[in-house]
Structure formats: C-alpha cells, structure tokens
C-alpha cells in the first residue's frame, strides 16, 4: 500500500503512507467499536489508518476494508471511525495522537479526514444506497472540519484496487 509516489494502483491512489510503529503498520486503536453499524463503547480499531497527499495538503485517511461480496456496516463503520479520530485529535491530548500519526505540526484548525471504504465491484449499489442514507442522517462538515468519502472498488480474485473515487456530497451537507 505505501507509496511516495502518484502511480500506486494503477494511479488511482497516490503519494500514500500507513502510519507505523516501529516500521509496523498500526490498526488504530479507537475506544469505540462500530462493527455493528452504530458506536459501541468497547475496543475497536481502524483497519489501515494512512496519511495520504504530499506537502501541505497531506490528509488522514481511515480504511475500512471489506472481504470480497461483503458490504455489512462499512460505511457506518469508516464514518464513526473517522469522526471517533475527529475527537481524538481534537482532545487535550490530540497533538500527541497527530504526532503518533507522523505529522510534526500542530492539529490544524481544520481538519480533513478521509473515509475510504474498500469493497468489490458487485457491492457498488448497495454502498451508493448505505452512502446515500448516511448523508441524509449525518454531517460530514462538523465546524471548520469535514470528513471525505471515498470508494476503492478492487477486483476480488488479484485484491487490487481497479477504481478509486471520492463521493458527491449533496448542498445540504457541505
């Protein structure tokens, strides 16, 4: 999945870096679990937390990963889990996190996090219609911060990404 440059997947995903710890890919640790489509107060964790872009417009950018014609609560899951790292950065002990994540900065007044649900073809229509719901029920603008979807659609027999696109968000929610 790394990548300092534009052409990884087919360039459909560039400039892409896991976080790490002690060179080893960290699933992000989250006080809440969202596996069942809604928060849970008990562990639960990002599948691939990246940071993603080059220079100043380097982003978060919060993976949920689904095995092949599996869909269940993916989009549910990457929103919580996006907006559970919204709160964790914006804590008393967020520029602690933002560093853990390798950035050397302050947590910038406004924050753009990414939520990448990765999923096979065939489940396109039904992650349109959970997408579709979640924005009518949800902000994805939370002050001066916001939170991006996307969907990486791979192709279930190579698991590599054949699509990578961000989602429209209707006016009523930007």
């Not at 002690?22 to 596996?35: E, I």
Request: proline share 5%; aromatic share 10%.
């Amino acid at each position: 999945m790394e990548s300092g440059k534009k052409s990884k997947f087919q360039g459909k995903v560039g400039f892409i870096q896991p976080i790490k710890v002690a060179r080893c890919p960290l699933q992000f640790p989250l006080p809440v679990s969202a596996s069942k489509g809604y928060p849970e107060l008990k562990f639960g964790h990002i599948d691939i937390l990246a940071r993603r872009g080059y220079g100043r417009n380097v982003k978060l950018s919060v993976w949920e990963l689904k095995s092949p014609r599996k869909l269940n609560h993916a989009v549910e899951q990457a929103y919580i889990y996006a907006l559970t790292l919204r709160h964790i950065l914006k804590s008393q002990h967020g520029k602690e996190w933002y560093k853990l994540c390798g950035f050397s900065s302050n947590v910038p007044a406004k924050l753009h996090i990414e939520a990448v649900v990765a999923i096979t073809k065939d489940k396109e229509k039904a992650f349109q219609k959970q997408y579709a719901h979640l924005v009518a029920e949800n902000p994805l603008q939370i002050g001066g911060d916001r939170i991006g979807f996307f969907v990486a659609l791979y192709d279930k027999t190579t698991y590599k990404i054949k699509s990578f696109e961000q989602m429209k968000v209707t006016a009523a929610h930007e």
